[in-house]
């Protein structure tokens, strides 16, 4: 007969889902931080070439 499992604490529970939006947090943060890099000219982690994106739109 199958017996039910013990139940989560509130405390374990909203520790994991803290640690979740933490990693999700961070990241977000990271991706804005890139993008305002790549759009002021100074990024020196992304290499991206626009001088080819440029040449199709032109043609």
Do not use: H, Y
């Not at 640690?19 to 993008?35: E, I, Y």
Request: a positive charge.
């Amino acid at each position: 007969m199958a017996v039910p499992k013990k139940r989560t604490s509130k405390s374990k529970k909203n520790s994991r889902l803290s640690n979740w939006t933490n990693k999700a947090n961070l990241q977000a943060k990271r991706a804005l931080s890139l993008a305002k890099s790549i759009l002021s000219g100074k990024s020196t982690s992304f290499i991206s070439n626009t001088s080819e994106e440029d040449n199709i739109k032109e043609s």
